[in-house]
C-alpha cells in the first residue's frame, strides 16, 4: 500500500514551554533528493518571529522517510505561532513549501493538559454518579456499584463480596488490581514528584491548584478505597471484578442490567500490587497531613503489610487464566512485584520492615535480580523499587547507600534513553511499536524526570520533553493523542463510555494506546493508512489495538506533565 503521507511538518499541535526545547521535524520520501530547506516562524498576525535552516537528522525505517529538524528554542515569548517550511532540492528547487496550524508557546498548556488528565480519571470512576456540575454533558447515573458479587464459578466460592468503586481499567468495564496498582502507584509518585525535590513526600500542592471535582490525591484515594475493599480476610488481594462476558459497547447502566459481575482470581502479582502501592500510599497521606489523612495512611500500611505476609506465604499463586468477559494481565514473574513492595516498605519502616532479614542484605539481592528498565510496565514493575530507594529521603546511613545505588541505576537507564532517542529520527527511545506505545512513551519520560529530580541535568528534561512532543503531535501519524487536546486529538476512542453516552466528543485528558505494529485487531478491520509499522494506528471505535485508553498510559502522562510543569 502507498503511503498517503508525502511532505509532512511534525511538530507538536498543543504547544512548546517557554523555556523548553522547541524542535519540529520535516518528513520527506526517502526518494526525494532533498539538498535543504529553510523555516520561518510566524505569529499571529502571520509577521516572522525567527528564521533558521533544517537540519537532516537520519532515516526512518519504520516510516520510509528522511527525517529533517528546525530548531526555534531560541524564540521564548509566549503566544500563538506557526510554522512554515520551504524544502529544496537540486538546483535550489523548492520541492514543498508548506504551513502548520497555529499552536501555543507557553507553560499554561502544560497545567491545563496535565488538569485534563487527572480529570480523566474521574471520568473512569465506576460506581458512582458523576453530576453534571464536575462533567456538564458526560454526566452519568451511578451503575456498576459491585457492593455484593458473587465469586466467579472458577473459584468454587461462596457468598457475596463488596468490591464497590476504583476506576474502570480501559475502553472495558473491568476493573483489575494489577494495572490498577501500577496507576495508581504512578500517581502516588506524581504526587511525590509535584512536591519538589527538597521535600518528596507532598501530594498537598495540588489542593488549591486545581479546580477539579476531586484533586489529585482525593482521585487516588478514590481508587485505594476500592483496593482496600478487594483484600480478602487472609490478606492476599483478589485479581479483579470482572463482567461474565465482554461488554458490548452499551452505557454503565445498561451494561449492568444486561451482564453479571463478578470477582475473580487472588494472585501474588495481585497481592503485591496492592501491597506496593499501598506502602507508597502510607507516605503520601501522611505527608499531605490532618487526622484523617493521617488515619488513612495507617489502615494502607496495615492492609500493605498483611498483604506482603500473604505473598511471601504464597509466592507463586497464578493469575485467573479466563478471559471471556475482561484482560488476562497474566504475569509469571513476581521477583519484581516483590522488590517492588519490599522497597516501599522499608521506605516506611526502615529496620522494622518484616522482609525475612538484614533489609539492606534483602534489598541489595533483590537489586541485583531485577536491574532498572527505561520505563514502568504492569508486568515490569521493578522501577516502582528503584524509584522508591531513589527519592528516600532517610538520612540513616544504609538507606543513603541505597539510594546512592538506586540514584546511579536510574541515571544509567535515563542515558540509554538519551542514548537511544539520539539514534532515532522521530527522537524516540522505544524500537519497536507495542499495544499501548504512548504509555511506554510516557513511562521513559517519566523516569527521565525522575532522574531529572536529583540531578537538573537538563538533558533529561529535553529527551522527556521530546518524548511529550510525539505524544502531542510530532509523530508519523500527524495526531495529538490525548483526546480534547488539539485539532488532530481522537474522536473515535475504543471506549464503550465515550460511545454510549450520545455525546459526539469524547471526554478530554484521555491518552490512547497510540502506533501498534501488532495490529492485533485486522479481524476487526481497521484502515490503517499504511502498512509500514510507524504508520500503525487509526482513529477508529474497533480498533482496540491503537485507539484505546487506558489508566496505566494516562498515569505516567499525568506523573510527567506533574513533574514538568513543577520543574518550570
Ligand atoms: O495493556 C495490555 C497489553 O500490554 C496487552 O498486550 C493486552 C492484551 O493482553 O492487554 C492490554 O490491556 C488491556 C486489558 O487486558 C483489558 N483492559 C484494556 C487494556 C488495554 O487495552
Sequence with gaps: MECKFVFSIRYNHVGYGVALPKIFYVAAPVAAAVSGGTFCILDESGKVALEGSLGRRGECGYTGETVFAGDFSSLAVPGKYRISVKVLGEGEIALFEGQTRLFEISDEWIRRQLKANIKSFFFQRSGVELPVEYVGKWARPAAHRDDALEFHPIMERNGVWNAHGGWYDAGDYGKYIVNGGVSVATLLLACEMNHGDSDILGGKSFRPSFELPASLLDEVRFELEFFLRMQDEDGGVFFKVTPGHWDGFVTPADSDVMQKRYIMGKSTTSTLNFAGALAQAHRVFRAAGGHQNKSFAEKCLAASLRAYRWAVENPKADWPHNTEGSGGYGDEHFDDEFFWTRAMLYRELREDAPLGGDPETVLAEDMAKNPAEAGLSWRDTQNMGWIALALNDDTAPAAVKLREKARAEIVRVADKILKLQGEDAYALSIRRFIWGSNGEIANHALTLLVAYSWTHDDRYRNGAVELLDFIYGRNPVDVSFVTGSAWSSPEHPHHRI???????????????????????????????????PGFSYTDERCSFASNETAINWNAPLTAVLAALSSSL
Design 498 to 532: 465515550c460511545h454510549s453516552d450520545g455525546v459526539l466528543e469524547p471526554f478530554p485528558g484521555l491518552l490512547v494506546g497510540g502506533i501498534n505494529s501488532d495490529r492485533q485487531d485486522m479481524h476487526r478491520k481497521p484502515q490503517y493508512p499504511s502498512d509500514l
